[in-house]
């Protein structure tokens, strides 16, 4: 009679099982090593450096102006856009970088030149001398757009991923609705020069936050050398992804409008409006819709999918935006008419962002820090500069505003459309 198999051979000792367990569990949790929702909050916190470098000296562009010599209304614009071009620009090397060291000391580092530049900011004396600060300043502020989404992408995908991005910027966009507050309630106490100690201070805790909580991100296999030929390759793999380029370029598109809406704020409400005083009040209300919308995509997301909030959110954004160019051309802008076209532009906005830039990331989680390094120097500067030109055209009415929020929507559709050959809420036959 044949012997029968020994069970033996097939049983799994406790030690093995333990091990296998935690092997498991090491590949379930996220990378980060922190809880969920203090991941978020460090997240959130890096994000808030960038906006909080803008909307917090709003308030106070006439008084440096006067303190610096800037005699041209317009020109305070470069207060704000000087910051944005050093942000934008230096992004297109801490990708690099990062694959190459890894997401952490990258990070400390922007946001020690940061904290350094914000220090110079508050002692310049000159517009020359503010120009470079500013540039700097945004030079450290990019480590942390940059670190971010390529941190975010080392430990989530997807859908998952939005919704990070999505809670990360319900935090992130309290600062757009407080800062401009921040800084008038620092006028109101002490001079301008006070409001870069406060973003000093800010960005030396989130510093110490990340130093002391978060760990390397990125998998050892995954640090690539700094060679041109890899450099190359990586850059190739990013400009060449058809959804990647396509949601990059669209969302490039989406930010001039912001941006023009950011540079021309202060002097809609004091020389188009007559009323300084409700400038902080109703920039905060057009934010909290952009917050709410946030709020809203990170509950609706995991069911609906990007395409179909962001598409949907696109094409409104574009007949609110057209509504308000319509009105303005008429000549019937009120403030009231402009905060609720405005918000509700804002609302749709916050329903653009997070989903084009995670469906932008998608196919390159390989190369996710030069990915995001191009994207974020693309939509970025392209923003930036599209921002400067809608705001130079501030001729005392809303119009130049209105009409170049309604165009860069028109230019935002037709790339998306591209991307999916004529398909809206789906991906295009063949996609993912």
Known sequence: MPALPDDRSRRVSPASFAIAMNDMSAIARPRHGMGFYPFVGLTAALMATNA???DSMLPALPQMAEAL???EANQRQWIITAYLLGFGVSQIFYGTISDRYGRRPVLLTGLAIYVVASIAAAFAGSFEAMMAARVLQGVGAAATRVLVVSIVRDCYSGREMARVMSLAMIVFLAVPILAPSIGQAILWVAPWRWIFGVLTSFGAVVM????????ETQRPEDRKPIEPASVLASFRTTLTSRIGVGYMLAMAFVLGGL???INSAQQVFVDVFKAPELFT?????IAMFMAASSLLNSRIVGKLGMRRVSHGALLGYIALTGLHALVALAGHESLWSFAILQGGAMFC???IGPNFGAMAMEPLGHVAGTASSVQGFVTTVIGALLGFYIGQHFNGTVVPLTLGFALCGIAALIVVLIVERGRLFHPA???A
Do not use: N, V
């Not at 110490?208 to 760990?215: C, M, N």
């Open 52 to 54: 909080l470098a803008i």
């Open 69 to 71: 010599g800037i005699a």
């Open 208 to 215: 110490i936050w990340a130093l002391l909580k978060l760990p």
């Open 429 to 431: 036959p063949g996609r």
């Open 259 to 261: 941006f023009g809406f």
């Open 349 to 351: 906005f916050g329903l």
């Open 281 to 285: 009040t109703i920039f905060a209300l």
